[in-house]
């Protein structure tokens, strides 16, 4: 088993969300984060006032799934994600060593 985290703008999350439906990926984690990385963040003006948001709004899906279906969710992510600018994201890749169903006590695949 695999988990999938992607760091995207948030107005992709919908695009996303649907591109891993139509692959058969049935559950997903969204949380709004805040983070930079080349994109740097920007200055901007309030009540005349220069002040730099060095945080920009982002979006983190997690995922866990097996991992037959990982190059086909990471492919998924990247075609539904990309708008060639920067600060498209990034996608991280990690091993689950178990995974348990809290209501039936599946473990493993079937609790995916």
Same mark, same amino acid.
């Given at each position: 088993?695999? *988990?999938?985290?992607?760091?995207?703008?948030? =107005? *992709?999350?919908?695009?996303? *969300?649907?591109?891993?439906?139509?692959?058969?990926?049935?559950?997903?984690?969204?949380?709004?984060? *805040?983070? =930079?990385?080349?994109?740097?963040?920007?200055?901007?003006?309030y009540r005349g006032a220069e002040y730099v948001v060095d945080f920009l709004p982002k979006v983190k899906i997690e995922v866990v799934l097996t991992d037959d279906m990982v190059d086909a969710a990471i492919e998924a992510i990247i075609d539904a994600a990309k708008t060639d600018k920067i600060g498209d994201g990034k996608i991280f890749v990690s091993d689950i060593s178990q995974a348990i169903r809290i209501r039936t006590g599946e473990t493993g695949d079937d609790a995916i």
């Open positions: 088993m695999k *988990k999938i985290e992607a760091i995207i703008k948030p =107005f *992709k999350l919908d695009e996303v *969300k649907e591109a891993l439906q139509e692959i058969g990926i049935q559950g997903l984690s969204v949380t709004e984060v *805040k983070g =930079f990385g080349r994109q740097k963040g920007h200055t901007e003006l």
